[in-house]
C-alpha cells in the first residue's frame, strides 16, 4: 500500500509545480520590459478622415503634447513606468488622453485594469454611467488580438453619436488607456484605437 501512496504523493507534488509554474509564467512573467519615457508614440498615424454617418472631416490635424497626465492613472507606478500624452485636433475640436503604464508584472497589472474602470472613476461625470449601463460595443468589429484584456465604452451618447470614449487594454504587464472627447461615431474612435495600438505594440514586440 506504501507504493500507490508514494506514487499519489509524487503525482500530486508534480501537478502542482506545473500550476504553480503557469501561474508564474502567466500572472508575473511578462513580457519584455521597455523604457516607457523612450517610446515615440508622436510618430502615430491617427486617421487624418473622420466620417461617420452624419459628420466628416477630411484634413483633421492632430498636435500632439506629452507630460498630460490624469493622477489617478498612476496608482502602483513611478514616474519612469508612466507615459502620458495628448492629441488635440483644432478641425473638429477632438481630445485625445493616452497613458501608457508599465506595472512589472501581468498580475498587478490586471489588478489596475479592473480598478481603473471609466464607470468608477467618472461615475458622476458621464450620463451613461449615472443613469444607466454603459454602452460596451458588442458590435465593434476590431479585436485587439495582441491584447490580454480589453474594453471599450461610451460614457456620453450612443454609438453612432457619442461624445466620450473610454478603452482600455492590457499587454501582459502594460496598461493602455485611451479618453476621446469629441464628436465621432465608433468606426472613427475604432480607427483611432488601431493606431495608437499599432504603434505601441511595434515596441512591445520588437527584437
Not at 483633421?60 to 519612469?80: C, H, I, N, P, V
Not at 468589429?141 to 482600455?168: M, P
Request: proline share 3%; hydrophobic share 35%.
Amino acid at each position: 500500500m506504501k507504493r500507490p501512496k508514494r506514487a499519489i504523493l509524487i503525482i500530486t507534488i508534480t501537478l502542482f509545480s506545473i500550476l504553480i509554474i503557469a501561474i508564474y509564467l502567466t500572472q508575473f512573467q511578462g513580457i519584455k520590459s521597455i523604457d516607457i519615457s523612450a517610446l515615440e508614440m508622436e510618430k502615430t498615424q491617427l486617421p487624418e478622415k473622420l466620417e461617420c454617418n452624419w459628420y466628416s472631416v477630411n484634413n483633421a490635424k492632430w498636435d500632439y503634447r506629452e507630460q498630460y497626465s490624469e493622477e489617478f492613472l498612476y496608482m502602483g507606478a513611478t514616474k519612469d513606468d508612466r507615459k502620458s500624452i495628448q492629441w488635440v485636433s483644432e478641425s473638429d475640436n477632438g481630445v485625445i488622453n493616452v497613458t501608457i503604464v508599465n506595472y512589472g508584472y501581468p498580475i498587478i497589472a490586471k489588478m489596475y485594469y479592473s480598478l481603473q474602470n471609466p464607470q468608477r472613476l467618472y461615475g458622476d461625470s458621464y450620463e451613461n454611467f449615472i443613469n444607466s449601463t454603459p454602452v460596451n460595443l458588442d458590435s465593434w468589429i476590431w479585436k485587439n488580438t495582441f491584447a490580454d484584456q480589453e474594453s471599450v465604452q461610451c460614457g456620453l451618447g450612443d454609438q453612432e453619436h457619442c461624445s466620450g470614449w473610454f478603452y482600455r487594454a492590457r499587454y501582459a504587464q502594460y496598461f493602455l488607456y485611451i479618453r476621446y472627447q469629441g464628436p465621432d461615431c465608433s468606426e472613427t474612435f475604432e480607427n483611432i484605437v488601431k493606431a495608437i495600438n499599432k504603434q505601441l505594440v511595434s515596441y512591445l514586440i520588437s527584437e
